[in-house]
């Protein structure tokens, strides 16, 4: 308990001595309760304590508060729905980057990890190449089965899980604090939001579901030509050791370098989009960072990424809708992608289709007479999502997550050729998908496979009419959603912030009081 407070105390300072809450009330107005509260937590700071980061740069002064905060931004950054536009793009500057640590402790939680055995068979062991907030990416070679192979070695920061667990758990206790004392805020979720935060981010400081991930997306994307996921070694491979592939290729972020290679970099723009697009639709799963610093062009032309921490899924009913949709407004067929709307239960039944369909020609027409590189996929999505708003659509998370991917893939591609046709290029990719899943013969095969599973759950049924009775009722709350087990242990949080409140406000006041004095 005193520990949590403590914590909780630290970080408030850092934010009361930052101009978070100064930036924050520009665009979303902080309660004055709120302001008072950390304008006396920051007086314990000394009197030549100056405030951290950049005046105006939101971004910059989360970096200096550490690696929690980072990692909470960058998560933010991703939930436009619930912080807004403007400060979404100013999460988007932040820079996941760190000073590294050893070498010598790298090895030590390798050998520690791996076992001495396993780790004889790494050599040539680098300095780290690249550090991040979590991890950090070594160069060497392993000897696999009497073959010598060039690998990235991701390894862990020391004691990361620890840390960062126990300043989400003081986080969780501010945002409880807040909720409760000032009611108004409950609108913003503040808890549910830090705890889904939380079980990401500790998945993904769990780097054998990054190696998961690596290795069901190159499974996914084998016969895809021109792109080619790493291979992940798993006898190297543990909660904080991750091998794969060295990737030995240029970075899409050097046009110049790619241009003198004898890369085609228009034909590179036009294929990154469409294996995003085919990836999406056709699989329901996205590699969802795909930023110009995690993707490579190796010597054969084919597109390499890298980083799999961050990956995006797709329910078949909203890949159907997603390709239906994208497809309606390259058509310009507006009732169309009405219709669609209504068909999946996406809007209410007693939404007038021609109504809809007027509202959305809003949006479609307006495009067609832009210039092409001024024509946004993923900006037309947002528009698509704050019209349906209006028709009490509920927005799903993943598109919310594909939305914003395809801002960046479309931002790389535009990088490398200006004029590249983001709805030529989609065009052929949905068109296909389309044909193919409207065929008589596969969706035959498709309705056994889905009817046979339903037949096992069946002995199951009651159980997970209960399941779903719970998943509905906290989906009409408007909560985030999450798995039983997800929702049980949030409840769990809840209880014990509620036990502790009272002594946090009480703990809190009387740190602040000492403080001042000490300080």
């Known amino acids: 308990m005193i520990n949590k407070i403590i914590i909780l105390f630290k970080i408030a300072r850092k934010i009361g001595s930052s101009n978070i809450i100064e930036i924050v009330d520009r665009s979303h107005k902080v309660p004055f309760f709120i302001k008072l ?95 991040a907030s979590i991890a950090q990416v070594h160069k060497a070679k392993i000897n696999e089965g009497n073959t010598i192979k060039d690998v990235a070695i991701k390894v862990l920061r020391p004691n990361i899980k620890e840390i960062f667990n126990s300043e989400i758990d003081a986080i969780m206790m501010l945002a409880y604090l807040v909720e409760t004392l000032i009611p108004k805020t409950k609108r913003l979720k503040l808890i549910e939001v830090v705890f889904l935060f939380k079980e990401i981010t500790n998945h993904e400081m769990d780097l054998r579901f990054e190696a998961a991930a690596a290795n069901e997306y190159l499974e996914n994307t084998k016969n895809d030509l021109g792109f080619k996921v790493p291979k992940i070694y798993w006898n190297f491979t543990s909660e904080s050791v991750l091998t794969l592939d060295w990737v030995d290729g240029i970075s899409i972020r050097e046009k110049d370098k790619l241009i003198d290679s004898g890369k085609n970099t228009s034909k590179i723009a036009t294929d990154l989009i469409q294996h995003f697009l085919r990836q999406a639709v056709r699989d329901g799963f996205f590699h969802a960072d795909m930023h110009q610093g995690n993707i490579f062009i190796n010597s054969s032309g084919q597109i390499v990424p890298i980083d799999f921490g961050i990956m995006g899924r797709i329910d078949k009913l909203n890949r159907r809708y997603l390709a239906e949709i994208l497809f309606g407004f390259v058509s310009r067929d507006y009732k169309k992608v009405a219709e669609v709307h209504l068909v999946a239960g996406l ?47 509920q927005t799903q998370p993943q598109l919310l997550l594909l939305q914003k991917t395809m801002v960046v893939v479309e931002g790389v591609s535009r990088k490398l050729d200006p004029n590249t046709n983001i709805w030529e290029t989609s065009r052929p990719v949905l068109e296909n998908w389309l044909k193919e899943t409207k065929d008589p013969i596969k969706n035959v095969v498709d309705s056994l496979k889905d009817s046979a599973e339903i037949l096992k759950k069946i002995p199951e049924f009651p159980k997970v009419m209960e399941n779903a009775n719970q998943a509905l009722a906290f989906l009409a709350s408007g909560q985030i959603p999450q798995n039983t087990n997800s929702y049980s242990s949030l409840n769990e949080k809840k209880n014990e912030m509620k036990s502790l409140r009272n002594q946090s406000i009480i703990g809190l006041l009387l740190l602040v009081f000492l403080g001042v004095i000490v300080f």
């Open 347 to 393: 809007v209410p039944k007693n939404v007038s289709v021609d109504e809809l369909a007027q509202a959305l020609r809003s949006i479609g027409e307006p495009i067609f007479g832009q210039s092409v590189k001024d024509i946004s996929g993923g900006k037309l999505l947002k528009q698509l999502f704050d019209i349906t708003e209006k028709f009490n659509m």
């Open 37 to 131: 509260f950390f304008n006396l937590v920051s007086l314990s700071f000394s009197k030549n304590q100056k405030k951290t980061g950049h005046t105006n740069d939101l971004s910059s002064t989360i970096q200096d508060l550490g690696t929690t905060f980072i990692k909470l931004g960058q998560f933010l950054a991703t939930r436009p729905d619930i912080i807004g536009e403007e400060l979404t793009k100013n999460l988007e500057k932040l820079q996941d980057k760190l000073p590294p640590f050893s070498k010598s402790l790298a090895e030590n939680i390798i050998k520690e990890e791996l076992g001495e055995l396993t780790s004889k068979n790494i050599i040539e062991f680098s300095d780290p190449v690249a550090a």
